[in-house]
């Protein structure tokens, strides 16, 4: 049937509208141009005033001039009204009154108010009252009422509806609603049933199929209208031999949808007009087959009987009709039925592409009525398929039907009882499935009990396998032969053992002449851990005592093998647990080394010796084997019967017990194991060498082992943690030592930690020795246990912490200070010095700056009255002296000298730190020491071998000069220059008498005075030196006037008095008498142009320019 888009249709319908729409403005325009733009048209115009009138006329009936009867009822009307709408009624001028028959009121009422109103409603009107209104416009000619009904009625129509309208519009030769509904009807051509079609008059219904399908014969026989048929015959008169045989999209001929329809006159009318019986369709099946697989019996005989092919074959899959009558599910008694009636012209016995039977598929697909047709009338039953199934074995098998069974056996005999597939007979078949009403059905009919299927076994066999005990009993009662071979490990019996007990009873019970002994069956059960299979084998005859190739008993076989349950059992069943090995061990032995708990409990409950030693006696006892193989809960029960845990042996090289035996096979479980049950953890081993007379405590071993665990276990039960070694270490030292930190802390674990402060023969504590190592973790773990050990001191009173800082070790000392040590602490030998004046003198500044940190007093002093700013001053270390002095410390602490640390860096020739100081304001420069010296005696004193590198002392001397004569007044730098110490000494005359002669110059040229006299009367011209070198360069280097020396006594030893008067030599200023500065000369180097006063040795450099 032909269908079409309802959004087609949609379409094309909006495009009528709006071409009617267009026309209805153009009317409109036209209107509108008569009527006053600006006033309703009831205002005065003349289509305005008629409008009005007309809806007048039909409130009021005013002027109503004729009468229109509808049945009893009256409608006043008024004729030139009617003549406008209608074109029926063309001479009404002498008439009153007329009448429409046969017409509903209420419909008329609705076409009258439309000829006063022109206004048709669209709701609240139901469909049939919308055909009634149609049906009197097309009647009477209302050309305007028309066009409304059919656009309301086009509007509602719908798939439910579209039939009845397309009727409705063929009746009333309405084209355009009639072509409507039949797209409409077309579109859903599949969801109308023959039933809604039934009142179509023959031509409508014909013609709405022209249009509309593709098949038009196909659908007027699905509608089942012979009427139609007879139309469609005559107007096909020519073409109906070759239209009857034609097939539609889905492969149907009109005949089988004749036939599917039970249509069978029309079936009788297309065979008339030779429609074939025997179409075949695409899937290469005739009609008869598409009949048979629906199940229609009569629609098969019709076919039959009118010529169909009963001998059909498919062309692919060779199927008769039987094979289709034996898989259909439909109606399989009546289908029986028929083919029985037309057996002799079909093929019974024909495979098809499988080799299947009719029978056996029958059977196989379940339509028994078939089969039993076909084995009542002698299908061959033997006869088996690809597959090598049979009917016998699909009956039995597939369908487990044994009714159905036991009548092919009835027709078939033995020969389809023992019937093979894929070389397996049907009992090792039913077997196999565990099916016992099979195989007994089998064995009462005459299977053969011993046959063979291609792997050799047997159907008992099989069962065996399977632990069927119920079928391998049924087996045995008829007969089923047991094969018993020595020299398997497999057979029947080994078999029957591994599947339980219920089994091998079964073979105990009902098999005869076996030899249980000889099949090693007893062993074998054993072996499977089947004890009461066992049971039933030793009951049946197997000897218990039975002996191997080595002499071993069974029991003893059984313990070897750690079977614990058997040998349990088998002494309960009377075996002797005295025998012994091949190798001399005994049962109790064995046992324990094999672990068989409750075995070792029989045997114990017996009655052995506990404390057997192994190895001849010569051994340690059974303890030790079980401990060794890892069986404690063997070794639980030997020592809550009394077994020694100390079995002290000599072994190897040492005497020792047992525990030292297990240390030494890093055996820690077991170890631990003794420790927990009470063994001595304080033994130590022996050496058997006199001559070594070494011990080893169990606790040093287990650390020096790594066994950690036995470390912990020694711990609990308090063993003595003290006991040294060779080498004076504790454990403690063994745990530190060997970087074994979890050794340690179970050690420390300990409620007596002493032992901590015990040291080696080198000295060392733990602790200390975990920091010398670097490991730091270790000697955390100690300080948080006990936080004073890192206060402890060695024989030169110091601590840890100043070992550290005196070894430069900062990773040492960050650790010490992350433990809170106190780094204040000093040292307790005498002289006091604390961490901080180790640090000052290391080349190390973030230890220094650690320590203060930390809260060392940066102003804390040694028993020498020495600070941290001294010892780093005297190593010369600048930096330590920068952050000293940043961190608060006074420059001008003094030591015992006196000496503040100024004064110690220029004895030290420390030039980095004289820097330093002279750039920290807070320096009192003018300090003196005991001895009265300023930092320029001590300059004067310098030799070049105190001072670094690439530096004088005259650096030095410079400057403190410099900073001075930057702070000082000009009489306060000379009094500086020229201070005296307690010797009278001032700095240049102790430069001059040390040879310093950079030192000298540099105080020449800050003005010192060159000739003053110490408290011995000497001045640097009467200082006897082996040359007078330096003091006449001295002279010669002059470059301008000293200042003047004073005193009572001249150099020549006459004192000044009254009569002898004093002078001072220009040029080098001391204080001379009138003899000895006779020479008078003018001084070109100081720009003194007049002659003056000089003395004999300036008088003889000026001459000589300082050469001697």
């Excluded at 002493?754 to 730091?776: C, H, N, W």
């Excluded at 420390?910 to 100081?917: E, G, T, W, Y």
């Excluded at 408290?1015 to 640097?1020: K, L, R, V």
């Amino acid at each position: 049937m032909g269908s079409l888009n309802q959004v087609d249709l949609l379409r094309e319908e909006h495009l009528k509208l709006q071409t009617k729409y267009e026309q209805l403005q153009q009317q409109y325009a036209f209107l509108q141009a008569k009527v006053d733009p600006g006033q309703c048209p009831e205002a005065g115009s003349l289509a305005g005033e008629l409008f009005v009138t007309m809806r007048t006329l039909f409130e009021h009936h005013t002027f109503s001039d004729i009468v229109i009867r509808i049945g009893n009822r009256e409608l006043r009307c008024h004729k030139f009204l009617l003549t406008t709408r209608s074109s029926h009624w063309n001479d009404l001028e002498n008439v009153g009154h007329i009448t429409i028959p046969d017409v509903n009121y209420e419909a008329f009422e609705l076409v009258y108010r439309w000829m006063y109103t022109d206004v048709l409603p669209r709701s609240n009107v139901s469909q049939e009252l919308l055909r009634e209104v149609c049906h009197i416009a097309f009647r009477y000619h209302f050309k305007g009422l028309q066009s409304r009904c059919v656009q309301h009625l086009k509007a509602r129509v719908d798939v439910s509806s579209c039939i009845s309208l397309y009727e409705f519009a063929d009746t009333e030769d309405i084209g355009d609603l009639r072509d409507y509904c039949g797209a409409i009807i077309a579109a859903h051509w599949n969801e109308f049933v023959p039933q809604q079609f039934a009142h179509l008059s023959a031509p409508s219904l014909y013609q709405l199929l022209k249009r509309n399908s593709h098949h038009i014969l196909h659908s007027i026989v699905q509608l089942n209208r012979e009427d139609v048929l007879l139309l469609y015959f005559i107007e096909n008169d020519s073409k109906v031999p070759i239209l009857v045989n034609a097939l539609d999209q889905s492969g149907l001929s009109p005949l089988e949808i004749a036939l599917s329809s039970g249509h069978i006159n029309m079936a009788n009318q297309l065979l008339s007009k030779n429609a074939s019986c025997n179409v075949i369709d695409g899937l290469g099946k005739s009609i008869l087959v598409r009949m048979i697989e629906k199940g229609d019996a009569l629609a098969c005989e019709f076919l039959a009987s009118a010529g169909a092919d009963l001998a059909f074959v498919h062309e692919k899959t060779r199927s008769n009709l039987l094979h289709f009558i034996a898989v259909s599910p439909l109606n399989q008694a009546a289908m029986a039925e028929w083919a029985e009636s037309r057996l002799r012209e079909m093929s019974m016995d024909a495979p098809d592409y499988k080799n299947r039977t009719a029978v056996l598929l029958s059977i196989a697909s379940g339509n028994f009525p078939l089969a039993n047709t076909l084995i009542v009338n002698g299908a061959d039953l033997v006869k088996s398929d690809v597959d090598g199934r049979s009917p016998l074995s699909v009956a039995l098998f597939e369908r487990n039907d044994l009714d159905l069974a036991a009548t092919i056996v009835g027709h078939g005999a033995t020969s389809v009882v023992n019937h093979r597939i894929d070389k397996e007979s049907l009992l090792h078949i039913a077997v196999n499935r565990d099916n016992f009403d099979i195989a007994k059905f089998l064995l009462e009919n005459g299977a053969n009990v011993d046959v063979e299927d291609k792997n050799g076994a047997s159907p008992l066999e099989v069962a065996v396998r399977q632990n069927n005990a119920g079928m391998a009993s049924l087996l045995l009662e008829h007969c089923a032969s047991v094969d018993i071979s020595q020299q398997r490990k497999d057979s029947m019996l080994h078999t029957a053992v591994s599947k339980g007990a219920q089994m091998i009873k079964v073979f105990a019970e009902k098999a005869k002449g076996i030899d249980w002994t000889a099949s090693k069956v007893l062993e074998y059960a054993l072996d499977e851990k089947a004890l009461d299979c066992a049971k039933i084998i030793i009951g049946a005859g197997a000897q218990i005592e039975e002996r191997n190739l080595d002499d071993n008993t069974l029991l003893i076989q059984r313990i070897l093998l750690s079977d614990d349950a058997g040998a349990r059992f088998l002494i309960e069943q009377g075996a002797n647990h005295l025998a012994r090995d091949s190798n001399g061990r005994s049962c109790f032995e064995l046992a324990a080394t094999f672990g068989l708990l409750d075995t070792l409990r029989v045997i114990c409950g017996l009655g052995v010796n506990i404390n057997e030693r192994t190895d001849g006696g010569l051994g340690y006892t059974v303890l030790e084997r079980a401990l060794t193989e890892g069986h404690y809960d063997c070794a639980k029960m030997l020592v809550s019967l009394g077994c020694d845990v100390e079995s002290v042996t000599a072994d190897n090289s040492y005497i020792q017990s047992v525990l030292h035996h297990f240390i030494d096979a890093c055996d820690e479980k077991a170890a631990i194991f003794l420790v927990q049950n009470g063994c001595n953890g304080n033994a130590t081993r022996v050496s058997r060498d006199p001559g070594e007379g070494r011990e080893e405590p169990a606790l040093h071993r287990a650390v020096s082992s790594g066994m950690n665990k036995l470390v912990a276990a020694l711990v609990t039960s308090k063993v003595n943690l003290v006991p040294q070694d060779a080498q004076g270490r504790t454990a403690c030292h063994v745990a530190v030592q060997e970087k074994n930190a979890e050794a340690l802390a179970e050690l420390l674990r300990a409620a007596d930690v002493s032992f901590l402060s015990i040291r080696d023969k080198i000295g060392q504590t733990p602790f200390s020795l975990a920091v010398v190592m670097k490991e730091y973790s270790l000697a955390a773990a100690i300080v948080r246990r006990q936080p004073h050990v890192a206060l402890q001191t060695n024989g030169s009173g110091e601590n840890l912490l100043h070992t550290m800082v005196k070894t430069n070790d900062l990773e040492g000392v960050l650790f010490l200070l992350s433990t809170h040590t106190d780094a204040t602490r000093v040292t307790i030998d005498g002289s006091r010095q604390s961490a901080l004046h180790y640090a000052a003198n290391v080349d190390n500044e973030l230890i220094m700056r650690n320590l203060i940190l930390a809260g060392c007093d940066v102003g804390a002093k040694a028993a020498d009255g020495n600070t941290a700013l001294h010892v780093a001053v005297r190593a010369d270390r600048a930096c330590h002296a920068e952050i000293l002095l940043e961190n608060g410390a006074d420059p001008n602490v003094v030591d015992d000298r006196g000496e503040n640390a100024l004064l110690c860096a220029v004895r030290s020739g420390s030039i980095n730190c004289v820097k330093v100081l002279t750039a920290n304001a807070s320096v009192d420069g003018l300090s003196t020491n005991k001895n009265s010296q300023t930092a320029l005696h001590l300059c004067s004193t310098l030799t070049a071998e105190k001072v670094r590198l690439k530096s004088s002392p005259a650096d030095i001397c410079d400057l403190l000069l410099r900073r001075e004569a930057n702070r000082l007044l000009e009489k306060e730098f000379g009094a500086y220059v020229d201070q005296r110490d307690a010797d009278g000494n001032t700095a240049l005359l102790l430069a001059y008498m040390a040879g310093n002669g950079d030192v000298c110059r540099c105080l020449l040229r800050a003005g010192a005075t060159m000739g003053a006299r110490n408290a011995d009367g000497a001045t640097m011209f009467t200082y006897e030196t082996p040359t007078r070198l330096l003091l006449f360069r001295l002279l010669d280097s002059l470059e301008r006037e000293p200042r003047w020396s004073d005193g009572d006594v001249c150099d020549c030893g006459v004192r000044f008095s009254i009569t002898v008067r004093k002078h001072h030599c220009r040029h080098c200023g001391r204080l001379v008498c009138a003899k000895c500065s006779e020479v008078t000369m003018p001084i070109a180097k100081f720009g003194e142009e007049k002659r003056v006063r000089v003395c004999s040795l300036c008088a003889e450099v000026l001459t000589t320019g300082g050469i001697r």
